[in-house]
């Protein structure tokens, strides 16, 4: 069973256009976050949310909205691609106990903006 | 901003051989965590030390934590083919849920 899934795997879609990627977790964790990766590996955190509830939020645009309808699942929506939105998009879900917790991730979903 | 600075950047060697990894980072943290990422794939745990601990081991990783040079490096025994992958380190600090991640250290095992 995978853990942390999010789909779709590749999106290949024109600027202007609007995207979701979905993530659902089968771990039972508490906390699920968003990742962005650049073209130089650089790992960059966006969102995260706790049972349901905000609790990071990075300077990310507002183009960029992310929903949890439950504890298991968090999703991404962008609204008007731009070319410097083309990364691979991470999930990831933790349970942090006293600050410690290891995050799983998902298998990313590469997102290309034309 | 990345919280981690990774060294090398990039690292070849020979199959049988050890890789370090050094990682750098800035604040008062709680713990470090180290992850592989092989191609194309998501990032895989690997090995937690906390903040009081100074060294750990789990199989052929060995994990030290120098807080007061606010640095920590991974050991990799005996590479195999399969160790091949870049590396990161990640920081969480103090009452903070978020974990930040260091550039990564491309590793290849030459065969």
């Known amino acids: 069973d995978t853990a942390v899934s999010q789909t779709p795997k590749y999106l290949v879609t024109q600027m202007g256009n609007d995207k979701s990627i979905k993530c659902e977790q089968n771990?039972?964790?508490?906390?699920m976050y968003w990742y962005k990766q650049d073209s130089k590996k650089f790992l960059k955190i966006m969102f995260s949310?706790?049972?349901?509830?905000?609790?990071i939020n990075e300077t990310v645009p507002n183009r960029f909205s992310p929903k949890s309808p439950d504890k298991a699942h968090l999703n991404l929506h962008i609204n008007s691609l731009e070319l410097g939105d083309s990364a691979v998009y991470f999930c990831?879900?933790?349970?942090?106990?006293?600050?410690?917790?290891?995050?799983?991730f998902g298998e990313g979903s590469r997102l290309t903006v034309l | 901003s990345q919280q981690g600075e990774e060294d090398p950047q990039a690292l070849s060697i020979q199959e049988g051989e050890n890789a370090t990894m050094n990682c750098s980072y800035k604040?008062?943290?709680?713990?470090l965590q180290w992850y592989r990422q092989n191609s194309g794939r998501g990032l895989v745990h690997l090995i937690l030390?906390?903040?009081?601990?100074r060294e750990k081991h789990s199989g052929r990783l060995r994990v030290t934590l120098d807080t007061s040079k606010k640095s920590s490096s991974l050991l990799i025994t005996a590479s195999r083919a399969a160790d091949t992958a870049s590396y990161f380190c990640?920081?969480?600090?103090?009452?903070?849920?978020?974990?930040?991640f260091g550039t990564g250290t491309r590793l290849t095992i030459i065969p």
């Open positions: 990640a920081t969480r600090d103090f009452g903070n849920e978020k974990l930040t």
């Open positions: 949310y706790n049972n349901k509830e905000l609790i």
């Open positions: 990831a879900s933790s349970q942090v106990r006293q600050g410690v917790g290891e995050l799983f």
């Open positions: 030390i906390r903040s009081n601990e």
């Open positions: 604040t008062s943290i709680n713990n």
């Open positions: 771990l039972g964790h508490d906390t």
